[in-house]
């Protein structure tokens, strides 16, 4: 399993970014693929989430309503747009797979076997 994550860089607050994640390797059916952060000095933070083959979208509590995630099955790539970005959100964004998860996990990062290297966002005063 691979994943390419991409879109990070550097925005004023207020702005937006969109993140991009190409899966490969496998089918992903039974994969839940999700979105962590990480801040300098901080660990790694749930962000959002989603099985691969449907269902709801769970978000962290204090991103929900400026972070959307979405998908394009045909291009195996899960998507994050970011809105009214906040310096507080600079991290590196991670990508990450993993399969057998339950609603309840999936903000656990152990539970994620795969992912992503990472992009940078960066958000200025």
């Known amino acids: 399993v691979q994943l390419q994550a991409s879109g990070g860089g550097s925005v004023q607050a207020g702005g937006s970014l969109t993140l991009s994640c190409a899966a490969s390797?496998?089918?992903?059916?039974?994969?839940?693929l999700g979105w962590f952060r990480q801040a300098p000095g901080k660990e790694r933070e749930f962000v959002a989430a989603r099985r691969w083959s449907g269902g709801s979208t769970f978000y962290a509590d204090s991103l929900r309503g400026r972070f959307t995630y979405s998908r394009d099955k045909a291009k195996n790539t899960v998507y994050l747009q970011m809105n009214s970005l906040k310096p507080e959100d600079t991290a590196v964004y991670y990508c990450?797979?993993?399969?057998?998860?339950?609603?309840?996990?999936?903000?656990?990062?152990?539970?994620?076997?795969?992912w992503g290297q990472g992009t940078l966002v960066t958000v200025s005063s």
């Open positions: 990450a797979a993993g399969v057998g998860l339950i609603q309840s996990t999936y903000g656990s990062v152990s539970r994620y076997s795969y």
């Open positions: 390797g496998r089918t992903f059916t039974d994969y839940t």
